[in-house]
């Protein structure tokens, strides 16, 4: 189960909007650029654990296979 902050960030890669993808300023609606950092950083660790696919750099989608929940 992901924490709550990930769940706001994955959710909108999740909508039909976002089919081939998102940036982080797209995400994180918040104009400052710390923001947006720390919504890209938090996108690449949910990339590195398989949560989402990092398609191009900076461009972010839910990775197609489920996350095999932890036994």
Do not use: C, D, N
């Not at 909007?17 to 919504?39: D, Y």
Request: aromatic content about 4%; charged content about 25%.
């Amino acid at each position: 189960m992901l924490a709550p902050e990930y769940q706001r960030i994955l959710s909108p890669l999740a909508a039909p909007e976002a089919g081939g993808g998102m940036r982080a300023k797209q995400i994180g609606r918040e104009a400052t650029s710390a923001r947006v950092e720390g919504v890209r950083s938090r996108l690449k660790r949910l990339a590195t654990r398989g949560w989402a696919t990092e398609v191009e750099p900076g461009l972010f989608t839910l990775h197609e296979e489920p996350v095999p929940a932890a036994a």
